[in-house]
């Protein structure tokens, strides 16, 4: 507007009028991409629940207790899981064993003990670039290493590692997280009082980090539950008519170790298995097994989420 | 008199030696230091498992290499390693890799930053507690699940809209594996936008800005290092995905870059050969090394720079 001569009534108006449009037009715009936004984010959501539908609606004629006490079988209608889930069970053991422990003293290291130089940064460097290593790439480590260097063959203890290694990185990085969040002034309280750096350590900050470093665990090991690329590298049988040795005994010494060197299976591979063959009615039971997988790893997941809710909302330093 | 006190109290010193309170600091020193060896060792795991990874796969593609030209390798126009005229050419399953890797991003990049740009400007404190953890709960399904999903609901869906698309087809592979990269986009590039100060924001506003302006003209550009950064990263998981390749994709190495046609990718070629039984040492067993170790330059080389984005133009504010 010039500022020299004073505008008339009458494109003030029709200016007012321009304006209003405007803005109107942003609101419009503002509302538009509202819903939109809304739309993008509920694509994930409804694909899932599409997902989880499907998978019931195919498979719900295989839901009885004989899918869960047979064995695989030539025959799709009484072929069942249950080599399956006990292998993912022995191969779930080992990974827990492995990775927690592993994942819990490096997250320690990382954020208590480590000094602030290139050695710490080089080990930083190494999680955070592992998180990021597909999956099928540590299937081909364990292949060449616990298979054959080391001579594990394809057994429940080469799957556990390979799957302890693959999570490794997600429990190092919530034990880290967990540790953070607790204040200096604990530790130094604890100090104050005389306390070693390892009694401060475990008595105060592993206590009080518990929770989050469950969580990281709890979704580390629903991760594992479902991985299959690393698993089908190292060649894991897909039809196992068999148990592994049982791993408590009724004899002395009530543990046998035996298990850990068997051929296994696990639900995904399992499920793949059965995806892979041209006969729809395997498909079924694919499908079976996939609803049994999700529900499994979506109730994990959640666990851990209303676990990390729950510690958030409850903590107050 | 005083000397000879000094040297009362010094003969009854070298008498006790150490005091029993001396003793049992020494030895909770050593505690202390044997437990911070232990605890370096397990963050030492991660440089191990690097350099396991890197070592394994260098020293059987060298195996590789002994047979098979470099040149060869790289320009070699087909991949038959199985066969008895092989054929040693990566390109194919390169072209795989990309194709369903542009697919999937084609369809992750624009609803995973629509999404983000929602959740970070226009949605509520509550919509986001609401909506992050629903997200993270689809990033927690197992891909052999996605697999199942592609192959047997959304390439059926896409035949009806394309007649001539077949059964096993890039299409739906990436379009799955689109869906499952939204939620990683989404959340790292909201990280990014959250980070802009809100002072851009208000002086955005003060000028009369609406949301939508706010959004796209101000936070976006100020978080467009991070926003790419989600991207690159979002590729080299596109690149390292297995099972919905190895399940909807095909299994068949195809020089092509279009998505209609079905091809196998540098993952699904690794799960082929390791469902076979191949003997250790082999020409073919060696082959799945050479493709990891093409597969791990791609996806290290897409999150070092990826991190590079990040860190090296992150605007300062």
């Known amino acids: ?317 | 008199m005083t000397m000879n006190s000094v040297t009362q109290i010094s003969n009854h010193a070298m008498d006790i030696k150490i005091s029993p309170r001396l003793a049992k600091n020494v030895r909770r020193n050593v505690k202390e230091r044997i437990i911070e060896l232990i605890l370096m060792l397990a963050a030492l795991s991660a440089v191990a498992t690097t350099f396991a990874i890197v070592g394994i796969l260098l020293y059987e593609s060298l195996g590789f290499f002994k047979t098979v030209s470099v040149v060869e390798f790289f320009t070699a126009t087909e991949w038959t390693p199985l066969f008895e005229d092989a054929h040693y050419g990566i390109m194919p399953l390169i072209s795989g890799t990309l194709t369903t890797s542009a697919v999937a991003l084609a369809l992750a990049v624009p609803v995973g930053t629509i999404a983000a740009i929602y959740l970070s400007e226009f949605a509520s404190h509550k919509a986001r507690e609401i909506v992050k953890p629903i997200l993270e709960l689809l990033v927690g399904v197992p891909t052999v699940v996605f697999g199942y999903f592609a192959l047997l609901f959304v390439t059926p869906l896409l035949q009806k809209i394309f007649p001539e698309l077949p059964g096993f087809n890039m299409l739906s592979a990436g379009l799955v594996m689109g869906v499952m990269i939204i939620p990683y986009i989404a959340s790292v590039a909201e990280d990014a936008m959250r980070a802009v100060p809100m002072s851009m924001r208000e002086g955005s506003y003060a000028m009369g800005a609406t949301r939508f302006q706010t959004a796209i003209r101000v936070v976006t550009p100020a978080a467009v290092s991070g926003i790419v950064a989600a991207y690159i990263l979002a590729i080299s998981r596109a690149v390292g995905e297995t099972m919905v390749v190895a399940v909807a994709a095909g299994q068949q190495p195809n020089l092509t870059f279009n998505p209609m046609e079905s091809a196998a990718t540098i993952t699904a070629y690794i799960v082929q050969v390791a469902m076979g039984d191949l003997p250790h040492g082999s020409i073919g067993y060696q082959s799945i090394f050479a493709a990891g170790l093409v597969l791990m330059v791609m996806t290290l080389g897409f999150n070092i720079i990826g991190h590079i984005v990040r860190k090296k133009y992150r605007e300062q504010y």
Not at chain 1, 151 to 159: K, P, R, V
Not at chain 1, 204 to 222: D, E, F, P, R
Request: glycine share 8%; hydrophobic share 55%.
């Open chain 1, 1 to 317: 507007m010039n500022s020299n001569t004073s505008p008339t009534k009458a494109s003030v108006i029709e200016n007012l009028g321009a304006v209003r449009a405007m803005i109107r037009r942003h609101k419009r715009n503002d509302i538009i991409f509202a819903i939109v936004g809304l739309l993008a984010l509920m694509l994930g959501l409804i694909t899932l629940l599409t997902l989880f539908i499907d998978l019931v609606m195919d498979g719900y004629a295989r839901f009885n207790p004989q899918f869960f006490t047979d064995y695989p079988s030539r025959r799709a209608a009484s072929a069942g899981l249950l080599s399956a889930w006990v292998g993912s069970a022995l191969v779930m053991l080992v990974t827990f064993l492995t990775a927690v422990p592993m994942g819990v003293a490096a997250g320690l290291y990382l954020e208590e003990y480590a000094p602030k130089n290139w050695f710490s940064d080089l080990i930083e460097i190494n999680v955070s670039n592992l998180a990021g290593v597909p999956s099928i790439v540590y299937g081909l480590l364990a292949l060449g290493l616990f298979v054959y260097i080391l001579d594990f063959g394809q057994s429940i203890l080469t799957a556990g590692l390979t799957l302890g290694l693959l999570i490794l990185p997600i429990v190092i990085v919530s034990t880290r997280e967990a540790i953070r969040a607790i204040p200096v002034a604990i530790r130094e309280a604890a100090y104050a009082v005389g306390a070693t750096k390892w009694q401060v350590v475990s008595d105060h900050v592993v206590k009080y980090s518990q929770g989050g470093i469950l969580t990281g665990v709890i979704i580390g090991m629903a991760r594992a539950l479902g991985e299959t690329a690393p698993i089908i590298t190292i060649g894991a049988l897909t039809f196992i008519a068999f148990l592994p040795p049982s791993p408590v005994t009724t004899t002395p010494p009530f543990i046998n170790f035996e298990w850990l060197s068997s051929g296994f299976t696990v639900l995904p591979i399992q499920m793949f298995n059965w995806l892979s063959r041209p006969d729809h009615a395997f498909h079924i039971n694919a499908a079976a097994t996939g609803a049994i997988i999700i529900l499994v790893t979506l109730l994990m997941n959640g666990t851990a989420i209303w676990l990390r809710y729950k510690i958030r909302k409850n903590i107050k330093w």
